[in-house]
C-alpha cells in the first residue's frame, strides 16, 4: 500500500492515495468551503495543490482550514447546521478515510449499517422490517445534537485503536478543533463534536457509536437486535417491561459517554397489526425516512387481506420533496418542451422513487400526482388549447399512453 518511504518526509502517504481522495471529492461535488474555492477553480491548478497537499500532511505541517457553518431547516420546525470544510481540507480527510476504512469495517457490528461500503440505509429498513414482525416493541432512539456533542477524547481513542498511522492520530485530532464560521461571520469554536457534512466525520461518529454502543449492547443485551445507522438506532423488544428497561439502561450508558437521549423524540412504540390489538399510544416510528405504522396488505399465497405494521414513505420525506418539486416552478418554463423537462428533473425523481418504493410503493402515489398536476398546470400556460383543465388532463393522458417512459414517475403511477 505504502510503496518506498518519502525520503526526507515525517509521514508516509502514498501520492495515488492523494489522487483517489480528489477523485473521491470530485465525484461527491459539493459547494465550496470559507476561502470560496470550487471543485473547478482547484482544478486550475490540480496537479500543484495535490502535490502541496501531499507535501504539508506528510511533513506534519498540514492545519486545516475554518469550516463554512450552513443551517438547514428540518421537519421539526427548527435547524441543524452543516459544516462544509475546504475543498483541499475535504480531500485530506478522504485520505485519512480511505487508509483507516478497510480495517475498521471488519470489526462494526452485524446491526451497524451506516455508511460503509456494501451495506446502505435500504438494508437497514429491510431487517428492521422482519424484526418488527417478530417483536412487538419498538425502542425508537434519537440522541440529541449528536454530531455536536461527541467527545473528542473518547472519539481519538476509539481511532487508536484501529491504527498505528501517526499522521492519521494527528490530523483526526485537528480536523473536529477547525472553528466554524457562521453566516453572520462570527467565528465559533467548539470543545466536542464533529461537523456534519465533513468527510470525515461519517467514519469518526460510526467508530464511536460502534465502541459507545453496539459492542456495549451486544455485551449487556446479546439477546437483543437492534439497526442503527450512525446516530439513528431502532431496538426491538417483546415486551413493554423490556424496553422501558432497556431505555433506562441505555441513557445511563449513553451519559456515561457524553451523549444524551433526547427526552421528547426518543419513544416507546407498540407494532400494531391484525395479530396485535392491544392499545398503546405510540403506534409508529420513522427510521431512515421510512414510516412504519399499520398499513392495508395482500398475502398472495393465501389469498387473504390483512394489516400488517409496515414501512412506507414517511409523510416529512414526502412533504419535503413536495417542496422541492414547487421550487422548481414548472408551470413557468413554458419556453421549455416537455421532452426537456423531462430531462431536467428525472435524475433526481428516479433517485427518489429508486429509495422510497423499495417498500409499500403505493406510498408515493401523491407524490406522482403532484408532479402531474405542475404537468398539467405548465400545459394549461403554454398551449391556450389547453386552459381548461379537462382538455390538460385529456392531453397529458394522450402524452403517457404514446411515451409512457417520458417521465420516471409514470412507471410508478400514471393517475391524474
Not at 508516509?12 to 465525484?27: F, M, Q, S, T
Not at 431496538?235 to 439502561?249: G, K, L, N
Not at 409523510?315 to 413557468?332: A, G, Q, V, Y
Not at 398551449?383 to 417521465?407: C, D, I, N, Q
Request: proline residues 5%; positive net charge.
Amino acid at each position: 500500500m505504502h510503496g518506498p518511504r518519502n525520503q526526507g518526509k515525517s509521514f508516509d502517504i502514498p501520492k495515488r492515495l492523494v489522487w483517489g481522495a480528489y477523485l473521491k471529492v470530485r465525484e461527491n461535488k459539493g459547494a465550496a468551503g470559507v476561502d470560496g474555492v470550487t471543485i473547478e477553480r482547484f482544478e486550475k491548478n490540480l496537479k500543484g495543490n495535490l502535490y502541496q497537499l501531499w507535501n504539508r500532511m506528510s511533513s506534519g505541517s498540514y492545519f486545516p482550514g475554518e469550516v463554512r457553518a450552513v443551517e438547514i431547516p428540518n421537519s421539526g420546525g427548527g435547524v441543524r447546521v452543516l459544516g462544509i470544510p475546504n475543498v483541499v481540507d475535504r480531500i485530506a480527510q478522504t485520505v485519512a478515510v480511505m487508509m483507516l476504512e478497510p480495517d475498521v469495517e471488519q470489526v462494526f457490528h452485524d446491526d451497524s449499517f451506516g455508511y460503509g461500503p456494501g451495506r446502505s440505509a435500504l438494508d437497514a429498513v429491510a431487517v428492521c422490517r422482519k424484526r418488527c414482525f417478530r417483536n412487538d416493541w419498538v425502542l425508537d432512539m434519537d440522541i440529541r445534537k449528536f454530531f455536536d456533542t461527541v467527545p473528542w477524547d473518547l472519539m481519538e481513542k476509539a481511532v487508536a485503536h484501529h491504527t498505528d498511522q501517526k499522521w492519521i492520530l494527528l490530523y483526526v485530532g485537528r480536523w473536529p478543533r477547525s472553528p466554524l464560521r457562521v453566516p453572520d461571520g462570527t467565528l465559533v469554536r467548539r470543545d466536542k463534536g464533529t461537523p456534519q457534512g465533513a468527510a470525515i466525520s461519517p467514519l469518526l461518529a460510526n467508530l464511536f457509536m460502534h465502541y459507545a454502543f453496539d459492542v456495549w449492547m451486544k455485551r449487556e443485551f446479546p439477546g437483543i437486535r437492534f439497526e442503527r445507522y450512525c446516530d439513528d438506532v431502532v431496538v426491538h423488544c417483546v415486551s413493554e417491561r423490556q424496553a422501558r428497561f432497556v431505555w433506562d439502561t441505555v441513557a445511563r450508558r449513553l451519559a456515561d459517554v457524553g451523549l444524551e437521549l433526547h427526552p421528547d423524540k426518543t419513544r416507546l412504540v407498540y407494532c400494531k397489526d391484525s395479530r396485535r390489538r392491544r392499545t398503546y399510544e405510540q403506534i409508529s416510528f420513522t427510521f431512515l425516512g421510512y414510516q412504519f405504522r399499520s398499513r392495508e396488505a395482500f398475502d398472495r399465497r393465501r389469498g387473504v387481506a390483512f394489516t400488517g405494521f409496515l414501512p412506507g414513505v414517511s409523510p416529512d420525506k414526502l412533504t419535503e420533496m413536495s417542496r422541492r418539486i414547487r421550487s422548481w416552478r414548472l408551470h413557468r418554463r413554458v419556453n421549455l418542451t416537455l421532452d426537456y423537462l423531462a430531462e431536467d428533473i428525472n435524475q433526481v425523481v428516479r433517485g427518489w422513487l429508486a429509495y422510497f418504493t423499495r417498500f409499500y410503493p403505493t406510498a408515493v402515489g401523491p407524490l406522482c400526482q403532484r408532479i402531474n398536476g405542475h404537468l398539467m398546470r405548465w400545459a394549461r400556460k403554454k398551449y391556450k388549447r389547453l386552459r381548461s383543465r379537462k382538455r390538460a388532463r385529456a392531453w397529458l393522458k394522450g402524452v403517457m399512453e404514446r411515451a409512457p417512459g417520458m417521465f420516471a414517475h409514470w412507471a410508478v403511477s400514471s393517475a391524474l
